[in-house]
């Protein structure tokens, strides 16, 4: 089974057409999207369309939650709280009742899916320290658990940060962000697992950033949020 698994969308279309465009070039059998449809670019709706068409499987980010329900956006930054209400406003109805309805976390060949870490999955928290790692661990028992969440890509086993994953160990997989990479590297980042062999690549590839960008700014959202595509934060 080769799955493709895509997390943080963000309302990039840009991003995401091309992510497809890879991902059909890989000949995998399902692809996963781990949440973050929506939130912060200007194509919500025609991003949660090629998800809903494309992705058999689909979580809930907290953008997703913050999109469709007001009181989820209360820990937002500013920034993020306007680009929720813009959102909010722009979803067509069978949009909205499709976001509402995702699930925090789904399980599949062993495998365990979930927007952030799986302590919680409702409350959002980030796997970014090696406390959050070993909460992490603590709190899944299949071998092989993959997030987004914080959009910065990598591989931890138990022990820490890994090149590779291997049946030898447990492992938590960041896929990063398609829509928004915060690594420094504004290449959009997505994986691809193949549980046969027990192999884990993560894709960059560019996409046209100017374009996202310049749309932001069209849709009167705050320029940062157009800004920071370019920089890859």
Same mark, same amino acid.
């Given at each position: 089974?080769?799955?493709? *698994?895509?997390?943080?969308? #963000?309302?990039? /279309?840009?991003?995401?057409?091309?992510?497809?465009?890879?991902?059909?070039?890989?000949?995998?059998?399902?692809?996963?999207?781990? !949440?973050?449809?929506?939130?912060?670019?200007? @194509?919500?709706?025609?991003?949660? =369309?090629?998800?809903?068409?494309?992705? &058999?499987?689909?979580? &809930? =980010?907290?953008?997703?939650?913050?999109?469709? @329900?007001?009181?989820?956006?209360?820990?937002?930054?500013?920034?993020?709280?306007?680009?929720?209400?813009?959102?909010?406003?722009?979803?067509?109805?069978?949009?909205?009742?499709?976001?509402? =309805? %995702?699930?925090?976390?789904?399980?599949?060949? !062993? *495998? %365990?899916?979930?927007?952030?870490?799986?302590?919680?999955?409702?409350?959002?928290?980030?796997? /970014?320290?090696?406390?959050?790692?070993?909460?992490?661990?603590?709190?899944?028992?299949?071998?092989?658990? $993959? *997030? =987004?969440?914080? #959009?910065?890509?990598?591989?931890?086993?138990?022990?820490?940060?890994?090149?590779?994953?291997? &049946?030898?160990?447990?492992?938590?997989? @960041?896929?990063?962000?398609?829509?928004?990479?915060?690594?420094?590297?504004?290449? /959009?980042?997505?994986? +691809? $697992?193949?549980?046969?062999?027990?192999?884990? &690549?993560?894709?960059?590839?560019?996409?046209?950033?100017? +374009?996202?960008?310049?749309? *932001?700014?069209?849709?009167? /959202?705050?320029?940062?949020?157009?800004?920071? %595509?370019? %920089?890859?934060?």
């Amino acid at each position: 089974m080769r799955f493709a *698994i895509i997390s943080d969308i #963000h309302s990039n /279309l840009e991003a995401l057409t091309k992510a497809f465009e890879l991902i059909d070039r890989e000949s995998v059998d399902e692809v996963v999207c781990l !949440g973050d449809v929506v939130g912060y670019g200007a @194509n919500p709706n025609e991003c949660v =369309g090629l998800v809903r068409q494309r992705c &058999r499987t689909v979580l &809930r =980010g907290n953008h997703d939650a913050a999109a469709v @329900n007001e009181q989820n956006a209360e820990s937002f930054t500013r920034n993020a709280r306007i680009a929720a209400e813009w959102t909010r406003l722009q979803l067509l109805p069978e949009n909205r009742r499709f976001l509402e =309805g %995702l699930p925090y976390t789904a399980r599949q060949d !062993g *495998i %365990l899916f979930v927007h952030s870490s799986p302590y919680q999955p409702e409350s959002w928290f980030y796997v /970014l320290s090696e406390e959050d790692l070993e909460v992490a661990f603590e709190n899944f028992s299949e071998q092989i658990c $993959f *997030i =987004g969440h914080s #959009h910065f890509p990598g591989i931890y086993s138990e022990d820490g940060p890994a090149k590779a994953v291997s &049946r030898a160990s447990r492992f938590l997989v @960041n896929v990063g962000s398609i829509g928004q990479p915060r690594d420094g590297n504004s290449k /959009l980042s997505f994986g +691809i $697992f193949d549980t046969d062999n027990w192999n884990y &690549r993560n894709i960059r590839s560019e996409y046209p950033i100017k +374009i996202a960008a310049e749309k *932001i700014l069209r849709a009167g /959202l705050p320029r940062a949020l157009s800004d920071r %595509l370019a %920089l890859g934060m």
